[in-house]
């Protein structure tokens, strides 16, 4: 949707969905919604995508279906996946990743996204985003998951004061110089309560960066560190 708000049934299926990230029902409900309720061929046509993710998350890897319903999802993203992403695609760029889990450790230029049972993992370097999507921005509404590398201390302290986190589900901190006063702000920051998987990757944290998470009021959802 390119308004600046989304109906609120909407907002309300896909708070669900985060909500549940396990269970399929709330999703088949959302795309049962965006099918019958889209303003155009590409809100219709992503409630017929996040249904064919669903349906090849339960495939097993040689079931004889798979194959077609890759076929299908991979059409309907080369041609929508623009107007999916919208304000987005400046800073993900037009190619997903679809198979290696966020290359960004090899180029400094590869941002990529994913579409994960329907909602997006976006992977991007720095915080320069935060001007361009603000959190109240509705296109956060669609992001589960953040992969971020590249940051510093002072991109961590602007990324926890933003509110942004309480969109998602999971984030990911790569290579990053991040000082303690980093870990210290991220600990503090209160949009961490949705957070159920917080990753760090190459040894960025000190002791006391990992104190200070531990001790976190705000993580108690977490499930994966």
Same mark, same amino acid.
């Given at each position: 949707m390119s308004s600046s708000t989304l109906p609120s049934d909407l907002l309300a299926l896909l708070n669900e969905v985060k909500d549940y990230l396990a269970d399929d029902t709330p999703r088949h409900a959302l795309?049962?919604?965006?099918v019958k309720n889209g303003r155009d061929?590409?809100? *219709?046509? *992503?409630?017929?995508?996040?249904? %064919?993710?669903?349906? *090849?998350?339960?495939?097993?890897?040689?079931?004889?279906? *798979?194959? &077609?319903?890759?076929?299908?999802?991979?059409?309907?993203?080369h041609q929508y996946a623009p107007a999916?992403? &919208?304000?987005?695609?400046?800073? +993900?760029? /037009?190619?997903? $990743?679809?198979?290696?889990?966020?290359?960004?450790?090899?180029?400094p230029s590869l941002q990529s996204w994913q579409f994960e049972r329907g909602l997006v993992r976006a992977s991007l370097r720095g915080v320069r985003w935060?001007?361009?999507?603000p959190s109240q921005h509705h296109a956060w509404a669609w992001i589960d998951?953040? $992969?971020?590398? #590249?940051?510093?201390?002072?991109? +961590?302290? /602007? %990324?926890?004061?933003?509110?942004?986190?309480?969109? +998602? /589900?999971?984030?990911?901190?790569?290579?990053a110089a991040v000082g303690d006063d980093g870990w210290r702000a991220l600990a503090q920051c209160k949009? %961490?309560?949705?957070?159920?998987?917080?990753?760090?990757?190459? #040894?960025?944290?000190?002791?006391?960066?990992?104190?200070?998470l531990a001790a976190s009021p705000y993580l108690a959802n977490l499930r994966t560190l």
């Open positions: 795309a049962d919604w965006l061929d590409s809100e *219709r046509a *992503r409630g017929e995508f996040i249904r %064919l993710q669903c349906q *090849r998350a339960r495939c097993a890897p040689h079931d004889p279906a *798979r194959h &077609e319903i890759e076929a299908r999802e991979q059409h309907l993203r999916w992403l &919208e304000v987005w695609q400046p800073w +993900v760029g /037009n190619q997903p $990743d679809l198979e290696e889990q966020w290359a960004l450790t090899s180029s935060l001007d361009d999507i998951a953040l $992969d971020l590398a #590249g940051l510093t201390t002072q991109n +961590v302290v /602007n %990324l926890a004061a933003s509110a942004v986190l309480e969109h +998602v /589900n999971s984030l990911t901190l790569g290579p949009s %961490l309560r949705r957070l159920i998987s917080l990753v760090l990757f190459d #040894g960025a944290i000190g002791p006391a960066g990992a104190l200070a």
